[in-house]
């Protein structure tokens, strides 16, 4: 019986991919492990959005050559997003390496496992992983690829290169996909692309589906209560998606919404194709169509010629949109991407004084929504007992962690009422029906 060990780095999109190399190596009879120790295939499905993204890599990799070293029949894969940028070079950097295979080429992991030599498999449109099988990690929970690639040229991302252009999936593969997830007890799918609101750009249908076309279809599917979606483009977020965020009954009041930057000098270096009061207009229609709606967001500080004043925009931005959550990076300069390239590069101690005040001003603006939800009930997935004592979690439909005390089976939906909150999640007991 051959054995696998599996590491998944980055975003949603790489846990689904990491899903569907689990379905290919069960499908192949391989059984997973939770020890490497215990393995015979290691697979890293790396993540290279940032540089720390790579030095994890490197890190990993130094225990797989450690397990190796102590049975070289061990095969060592290396996924992701990673190995479609840097390609053949990875096994220059990291000898370590049997097999290398990019996100669209997941399909060929079975028959490279039993090839010999260092193996690379980048070329070519590969297989639009959506149509992969994938294992699900809870049997109540999904996600759906509805597109791959990115048909933006944001300065400072890798991601078009790791990934591709934008292709979509037809939408009747998406609908078909989605109703048999519910006829197998589905409950809550999220729907993932790197642009949902860009969906069907690409296709060369006479009449387009637009992303909230395809959400109208899928509300209309019976068992699915919850849908979700991520993740969208401030630029393309259109009047018609958020009327479907207001009036569609299974779509849940959440968008994640990445801003990046508050100052548009900034936003116009990084092409992201919106103003500041573009983005806080598209905020405010969200706001004033569905009153419940999480607003959530990405930030970067230290993009090449941020200046403090650009910063101070950023700062505003976070008070003016009162965000539910954020994530915060510094900005790490990608090798090939058009921003690795500009003058002006912010010195580290200063992008770091600016992430601890960015930081710092998101968290405040997260208690203060959060404590917001105190003293009403919220609608709960219990997705099983709580890191606190004997608490059970789950998420509410604004997707924040609620722990709480009563007894519910994972997978139920419940009311719980909020007796307490932090910046990060909501505390309560489960509501009397
Ligand atoms: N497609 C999404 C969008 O356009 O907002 C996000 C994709 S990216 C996987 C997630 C986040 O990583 C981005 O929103 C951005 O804040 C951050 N990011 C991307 N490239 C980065 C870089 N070079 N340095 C720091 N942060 C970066
Ligand atoms: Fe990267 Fe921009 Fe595409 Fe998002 S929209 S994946 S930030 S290029
Ligand atoms: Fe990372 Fe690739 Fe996602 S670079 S953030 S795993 S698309």
């Given at each position: 019986m051959r054995t696998y060990f599996l590491r998944s780095f980055g975003c949603q999109m790489n846990d689904h991919d990491a899903e569907r190399i689990s379905a290919l190596l069960d499908g192949d009879g391989l059984v997973r492990v939770e020890r490497i120790d215990d393995a015979d295939v290691i697979v890293y499905n790396t993540c290279?959005?940032?540089h720390n993204a790579d030095d994890r890599l490197a890190g990993h990799l130094g225990e797989a050559a450690r397990v190796k070293a102590l049975d070289p029949r061990r095969v060592v894969v290396v996924a992701g997003c990673l190995p479609q940028v840097e390609r053949e070079a990875l096994f220059e950097r990291f000898?370590?390496?049997?097999v290398a295979l990019g996100p669209?080429?997941?399909?060929?992991l079975p028959g490279a496992l039993?090839?010999?030599g260092q193996r690379g498999y980048f070329d070519g449109?590969?297989?639009?992983?959506?149509?992969l099988p994938a294992r699900r990690e809870r049997p109540f929970q999904a996600w759906v690829q509805v597109?791959?690639?990115?048909?933006?040229?944001?300065?400072?991302?890798i991601v078009p290169a790791a990934r591709g252009a934008q292709r979509s999936r037809p939408a009747a593969a998406i609908v078909s996909e989605v109703r048999s997830l519910a006829a197998d007890g589905v409950l809550e799918v999220t729907l993932l692309g790197q642009?949902?609101?860009?969906?069907?750009?690409?296709?060369?249908?006479?009449?387009r589906p637009t992303f909230a076309g395809l959400l109208r279809r899928l509300d209309?599917?019976?068992?699915?209560?919850r849908l979700r979606f991520t993740t969208s483009h401030p630029r393309d977020l259109s009047d018609e998606l958020v009327e479907a965020v207001a009036t569609?009954?299974?779509?849940?009041?959440h968008v994640h919404l990445?801003?990046?930057?508050?100052?548009d000098r900034v936003l116009a270096a990084m092409g992201r194709g919106y103003t500041m009061e573009w983005y806080l207009g598209r905020v405010e229609a969200l706001r004033a169509a569905v009153a419940d709606i999480a607003v959530t967001t990405d930030l970067m500080v230290g993009?090449?010629?941020?200046t403090d004043d650009d910063f101070d925009d950023t700062l505003r931005l976070v008070s003016a949109a009162g965000f539910d959550a954020a994530f915060t990076f510094v900005f790490s300069p990608r090798p090939g991407t058009a921003a690795a390239a500009m003058t002006g590069a912010v010195p580290p101690e200063v992008a770091r004084r600016r992430i601890e005040r960015l930081v710092a001003a998101t968290q405040a603006e997260s208690r203060r929504r959060h404590a917001a939800a105190v003293g009403t009930t919220v609608e709960v997935l219990v997705e099983g007992a709580?890191?606190?004592?004997?608490l059970l979690r789950g998420r509410s439909r604004q997707n924040v962690t609620v722990n709480f005390s009563g007894a519910a089976a994972s997978g139920a939906i419940v009311p719980v009422c909020v007796t307490d909150s932090t910046s990060t999640t909501l505390r309560g007991r489960l509501a009397i029906r």
């Open positions: 290279t959005v940032r000898p370590i390496i049997d669209q080429h997941l399909r060929e039993a090839g010999r449109e590969g297989t639009l992983s959506g149509e597109m791959s690639g990115c048909g933006n040229a944001c300065s400072y991302c642009n949902v609101n860009a969906y069907g750009n690409d296709l060369a249908d006479r009449v209309a599917l019976d068992g699915v209560r569609l009954s299974s779509v849940c009041e990445p801003a990046q930057s508050g100052s993009f090449p010629g941020e709580s890191r606190h004592g004997a």
